[in-house]
């Protein structure tokens, strides 16, 4: 199948618009590479250090430098439902590689913290900043030097972006993703929505309340509604860094320790002494990034990612917007129904055919680039597959010809919509993204009175004291990312959503984020530039007209332009979500953070590695004296 002409004009696009960031990422990669094993490269007191508590045989191998050994990387906590499971990965993992003569450390644990716990709470503030802080804690793991190739054990919203940005800083090496699985079906999505509006109401006691939300999370595993921890691991299948299938297989079954080892083994053989040597800094390249906005579009995916896709891709030199985003969801059929885009969960996706299937029927209609590298080669094909148990080992076969529910996966030639549900929409306010896959046709275009709001707990009295019976737009700023972190904003679903069933004309429009589970209340997020990099949403004021309109793509106040010339932006103080709850801590993100189009990044674009200069005369090799030319001209190349 022929590519599709928009899949290929914007990968070419991207291409030509990141030659100079990924040409120098590749160069970095190849210094990194040539360099070779770096326990070669210890004294003996560095690598005594490295080995001293292993057991005999495996120190043997370390000794004898010989043998790949295996970061594992992980986000284990026994608090959070998600990576709970990974407690017993890592003897599987060390069990798995030995039988292919290879050796696994555990390298490092990073922090995995749950937006379902801290949604509406401070902890909240710390969610976005926690995945440059997971970046961080990956690459502390592996800059010991001791290793070949990686695990990384992650699921959750920030933890696989983090990660995944983490390796791409270590891009020779290969690296393997291993996810724990969701959790089995409990209460239905859609039950569960009902009771949480009905509680907005104050007609559903907290009791009762409770034990919706307990039935719904009730186990080990992933939450089973399509947010952005189910996105992300959607996005490393169609990325290539699971092996097929493994994304949705629950946890504490055979066949998911079966997928844990096949993955270890795996790591051993892509690594240099394996023999199918494929790093990861290789295998993220302008198409593989295409292919993971497409598959995101294609299964009405997390918002989140506007944001994660675009640092993962900065990490791999790669440049990518929300015009790229905006062109390709306009060709990409909607391929599922998942909740909150349907009432399906995970589960019953994986049962219907799973991500094998959305990945066939993608690469058959041209929407993907099937010449990419993968962990199992070179080409995407081969991930049109699904796991089985033969004995202890797993085999995969082709995902089935049909889909086995056509209520919550349909073939690319009849989707559930022509489009992929996320559109960009810009104006006078700035850029924005919206999810629309849930969104009725009569609820796509609002013009409405702003009501503006410098917090969603201002917003919540509001509600609660009955002044919301009205049309207007919610305009709640000072939610972004210098601001307060750009916290998710899933609390106030709700109230709008009780608000828009009551028949008012309802609508959003924030610097924050709305969360994975954003749904069917018309909502523009992460408006771009925010208010305090000078975004023109601090101009609104109350009454005025907004108009938000998905069909056309804009997000306006309908303001005289003489009138909106002559304001200056709104202040607020924003100490209070400065300090408390560690958010002292992480001033230094506030500080750096980019744009939300940008991926709300605290690291750069890669720049040129410095070229070798003359030294002065007299100067030893190595000596270059501070403040002299060739010290100014190595700090900042031209």
Not at 56 to 81: C, T
Not at 333 to 354: C, E, K, Q, S, W
Not at 385 to 410: H, M, Q, T, Y
């Amino acid at each position: 199948m022929a590519l599709h002409p928009v899949l290929e004009s914007v990968t070419n696009r991207i291409i030509k618009r990141s030659r100079p960031s990924r040409g120098a990422y590749l160069a970095h990669l190849d210094a990194a590479r040539l360099q070779g094993v770096q326990r070669s490269a210890l004294s003996c007191t560095n690598l005594a250090h490295g080995f001293a508590a292993f057991p005999p045989n495996d120190k043997l191998k370390l000794r004898e430098q010989k043998k790949p050994s295996v970061a594992i990387v992980s986000s284990y906590n026994d608090m959070l439902s998600a990576h709970q499971p990974f407690e017993t990965f890592p003897q599987i993992i060390k069990e798995a590689v030995r039988t292919v003569g290879a050796v696994a450390q555990f390298a490092g644990g990073v922090p995995a913290m749950c937006d379902g716990v801290t949604q509406g709470q401070p902890g909240m503030e710390l969610s976005l900043f926690s995945r440059d802080a997971i970046a961080m804690g990956t690459a502390i793991a592996l800059s010991h030097n001791m290793f070949d190739s990686a695990l990384y054990l992650g699921v959750c919203d920030k933890i696989v972006p983090g990660l995944l940005i983490g390796a791409l800083h270590f891009g020779h090496l290969p690296a393997v993703f291993v996810p724990a699985g969701p959790m089995t079906s409990g209460m239905s999505n859609k039950e569960k929505a009902r009771i949480r509006q009905l509680y907005a109401q104050g007609k559903a006691t907290r009791e009762e309340l409770l034990e919706c939300e307990s039935a719904s999370y009730h186990g080990a595993g992933t939450c089973t509604f399509y947010g952005t921890a189910n996105s992300n691991q959607m996005l490393m299948e169609i990325m290539g860094l699971h092996l097929p299938g493994a994304a949705f297989i629950t946890p504490g079954t055979p066949l998911r320790a079966a997928l844990t080892a096949a993955a270890a083994r795996r790591a051993v053989e892509i690594s240099q002494q394996g023999g199918g040597y494929m790093p990861v800094g290789q295998l993220v390249d302008e198409k593989c990034i295409v292919n993971a906005v497409v598959g995101l579009l294609a299964t009405g995916g997390s918002t989140n990612h506007t944001l994660h896709l675009v640092a993962i891709a900065k990490a791999a030199g790669i440049v990518i917007d929300w015009d790229d985003f905006n062109e390709l969801s306009a060709v990409v059929p909607m391929l599922t129904r998942i909740y909150p885009n349907g009432d399906a969960d995970v589960n019953h996706f994986n049962a219907a055919g799973g991500p094998g299937f959305v990945i066939r029927e993608l690469l058959d209609a041209g929407l993907l680039h099937d010449d990419v590298n993968t962990i199992l080669g070179r080409g995407l094909r081969a991930h049109c597959a699904e796991p089985f148990l033969d004995g202890d080992n797993v085999v995969w076969k082709p995902v089935p010809a049909a889909s086995a529910d056509e209520s919550v996966l349909r073939p690319a030639s009849a989707p559930f919509a022509r489009d992929g549900g996320m559109i960009l929409v810009d104006g006078n306010l700035g850029r924005a993204v919206m999810k629309i896959s849930a969104v009725k046709e009569e609820h796509r275009v609002v013009e409405a009175p702003a009501l503006t709001f410098n917090s969603q707990e201002d917003f919540m009295h509001a509600y609660q004291a009955g002044k919301l019976d009205r049309d207007f737009v919610a305009v709640l700023r000072f939610q972004g990312p210098r601001a307060n972190g750009m916290p998710e904003l899933h609390a106030l679903t709700p109230a709008l959503a009780n608000l828009q069933d009551a028949g008012r004309h309802v609508a959003l429009v924030t610097d924050g984020r709305m969360s994975g589970a954003s749904g069917k209340v018309p909502a523009a997020i992460h408006v771009s530039p925010e208010i305090l990099a000078g975004g023109p949403l601090g101009l609104v004021r109350d009454g005025d007209i907004i108009r938000l309109d998905a069909t056309a793509g804009t997000l306006e106040a309908l303001v005289p332009a003489a009138v909106w010339a002559a304001r200056t932006l709104a202040t607020a103080d924003l100490s209070p979500s400065h300090v408390g709850m560690g958010r002292e801590l992480f001033a230094m993100f506030r500080n750096t953070i980019s744009e939300a189009e940008q991926g709300a990044t605290t690291f750069a674009l890669p720049s040129p590695i410095p070229t070798t200069v003359p030294l002065h005369e007299g100067a030893d090799s190595g000596d270059i004296v501070p403040g002299s030319d060739e010290d100014t001209l190595i700090r900042n190349p031209k």
